[in-house]
């Protein structure tokens, strides 16, 4: 599907009566004792998370990117952040990140399973044709 410059092929679509539901665990330093997440609200960091898993709305969510040589197609897991029916999260304590020494506040680490749903299409056939 052209759009914005790009070839894209998203692996969850409503053609394919494919949904998703998602587990993201944050690991964040912990900073205050009292909050595990000090940069922006959970659910903008949630919201950050589907916009890089699906296909930009506008060219200016790619950033002005265009695709290199070997970026076409441009695989992304989602066509829509709408076929996402479930999501778990989970906050917890970075103590380290992999390869470093000592861990800055704005590290962050985060883990994402993804697991797909497929949803048969309901239709007059299925039932009675």
Same mark, same amino acid.
């Given at each position: 599907?052209?759009?914005?410059?790009?070839?894209?092929?998203?692996?969850?679509?409503?053609?394919? %009566?494919?949904?998703? %539901?998602?587990?993201?665990?944050?690991?964040?330093?912990?900073?205050?004792?009292?909050?595990?997440? &000090?940069? =922006?609200?959970?659910?903008?960091?949630?919201?950050?998370?589907?916009?890089?898993?699906?296909? !930009?709305?506008? !060219?200016?969510?790619? =950033?002005?990117?265009?695709?290199?040589?070997?970026?076409?197609?441009?695989?992304?897991?989602?066509?829509?952040?709408?076929?996402?029916?479930?999501?778990?999260?989970?906050?917890?304590?970075?103590?380290?990140?992999?390869?470093?020494?000592?861990?800055? !506040?704005?590290?962050?680490?985060?883990?994402? &399973?993804?697991?797909?749903?497929?949803? %048969?299409?309901?239709?007059? =056939?299925?039932?009675? =044709?």
């Amino acid at each position: 599907m052209e759009k914005h410059g790009f070839d894209w092929v998203p692996l969850v679509t409503k053609e394919m %009566s494919l949904r998703c %539901s998602i587990d993201i665990l944050f690991l964040r330093p912990d900073i205050e004792e009292k909050f595990l997440v &000090h940069r =922006g609200d959970l659910d903008g960091q949630v919201k950050t998370i589907f916009d890089a898993l699906r296909m !930009p709305d506008s !060219p200016g969510e790619a =950033g002005g990117a265009l695709p290199q040589e070997d970026e076409t197609p441009f695989f992304c897991l989602l066509h829509n952040d709408k076929l996402i029916t479930e999501l778990r999260v989970t906050t917890d304590r970075l103590l380290l990140l992999p390869h470093k020494k000592e861990v800055k !506040p704005i590290d962050c680490f985060a883990v994402i &399973h993804v697991r797909l749903n497929h949803k %048969s299409a309901r239709t007059f =056939g299925n039932f009675f =044709g």
